[in-house]
């Protein structure tokens, strides 16, 4: 409605000054028109006059005009005109020709030029009512323009109206779905520029929640799964401290302390890694880490008449990763060579490149032709699935920047790189020592 009345005013505006610019316009052609015929029949009836003979003929005259013929006495002589004269007859004999409007007619005077005065006058006069009828018509089409012109606006007004209201409520719609957790919803295109774009950021706002809820639940699915090896761990202390009543339970309690212990440091690394994926602080020592887990990892292994050889390269530069992420990725590895298998677990840490390589590798038969795929049903921590958590380990390797690879099947090595923090005034870098084990396809 807005748009139409705005289309009123302004049809307003232009259409009352032409209305009476055409009234002005009628008027003064109509005044032309008068001077011009009065003019006409002063001529023909000058030679009359002046022989003193009363005219008798007068010209043919357009519609609604009316003429008058007066004598150098003021007398009428012919046609229609008031008697006495008036005014403008006077000052027509007095050789001042005069248009006026008297009593809603136009009157138009010119006099009837002798040798040397004016022998009479001619009056003609039109009604101003007259004028307004002819202009009626005008008027009338004038107006139905404007009609038809504010139907026109309304009738556009209301198509472009529904052309916008259409997606906005779309988008509306949207909006509310996103809100309430749908993030599959996605806006179609309206062919308008500006709610195109809008429904665009929609879109990809809606996109890049589904997949970071997607990726949260993997990571949260997957993190569930990598607790459960020291909740187990723990359980089982704690039932074979209960199998035996008469033992002494300290050991079986300083050991399950230290299994929560880990539970409790694992839980924490998880939700920091969770809500920090992309951060990276302070430079890791890899040895030092390595050389952390080394005592409790040799003494769980110990206990299956297995062993453990950690072997760290001299003069290794610090890694530019979280010791966070780095602990559980080869918390993940260690466990997984634990459970499923078998022999002597080594860990080699080495440089490769601009890159740290750690190296985990044990005897056993190796994780299969895709260790890094999640399993469809996860078992409980010591079921028989090799790959518990590797899903999780690959995600944490990437989020910093580095990456987990199988480089051999069986024995299965399974080598994380992560990018090296050198200094920034480098010496020219020592050769690389060889790879341990070169990287294959997995499965081969």
Do not use: K
């Amino acid at each position: 409605m807005l748009t139409v009345a705005t289309a009123a005013i302004a049809v307003g505006l232009f259409g009352i000054p032409l209305a009476v610019g055409l009234v002005q316009y009628s008027l003064e052609d109509q005044e032309s028109v008068l001077q011009r015929t009065a003019s006409l029949t002063a001529r023909s009836v000058q030679s009359e006059l002046a022989r003193g003979d009363a005219p008798t003929v007068l010209p043919d005259l357009p519609a609604d005009v009316v003429l008058a013929v007066y004598d150098g006495d003021g007398d009428l002589v012919l046609g229609d005109g008031p008697e006495p004269a008036g005014d403008e007859i006077g000052r027509a004999l007095g050789g001042r020709g005069s248009h006026a409007t008297i009593d809603g007619n136009i009157v138009v005077t010119v006099p009837v030029t002798g040798r040397h005065d004016p022998d009479g006058a001619v009056r003609a006069a039109m009604p101003v009512s007259a004028v307004y009828a002819g202009l009626v018509p005008i008027w009338l089409g004038m107006a139905g323009l404007a009609g038809a012109v504010l139907v026109t606006v309304w009738l556009l007004a209301r198509r472009q109206a529904r052309r916008l209201a259409t997606p906005l409520e779309d988008l509306a719609g949207a909006a509310r779905r996103l809100g309430e957790g749908d993030f599959s919803v996605r806006t179609g295109r309206a062919g308008v520029a500006e709610i195109d774009q809008v429904g665009g950021a929609l879109d990809s706002t809606a996109e890049r929640l589904d997949a970071l809820l997607a990726r949260e639940r993997a990571f949260s699915q997957d993190a569930s799964h990598q607790l459960r090896t020291p909740l187990t761990g723990l359980r089982l202390r704690l039932e074979a401290a209960l199998d035996r009543p008469d033992a002494d339970l300290r050991p079986a309690l300083v050991a399950g302390i230290a299994e929560a212990d880990r539970l409790e440091r694992t839980i924490d690394e998880l939700l920091q890694l969770a809500r920090e994926r992309t951060g990276r602080g302070e430079p890791t020592d890899v040895d030092a880490l390595v050389r952390e887990l080394e005592p409790a990892r040799a003494e769980r292994l110990a206990v299956s008449g297995r062993g453990l050889v950690v072997d760290v390269a001299p003069q290794l530069p610090p890694a530019a990763a979280s010791a966070a992420a780095i602990r559980q990725v080869l918390g993940v590895l260690l466990d997984n060579a634990e459970v499923h298998g078998a022999g002597t677990v080594r860990i080699v840490v080495r440089e490769s490149g601009e890159a740290l390589a750690v190296d985990v590798t044990d005897e056993g038969a190796g994780p299969g032709p895709d260790p890094f795929a999640a399993p469809p049903e996860r078992p409980a921590a010591g079921g028989g699935v090799h790959g518990i958590g590797l899903p999780l380990a690959r995600r944490l390797a990437e989020a910093e920047g580095g990456r987990l690879v199988l480089g051999r099947s069986v024995p299965p090595v399974f080598t994380l790189f992560v990018p090296a923090a050198w200094p920034e005034a480098v010496v020219e870098p020592a050769p690389a020592e060889p790879e341990p084990a070169e990287e294959v396809p997995l499965g081969r």
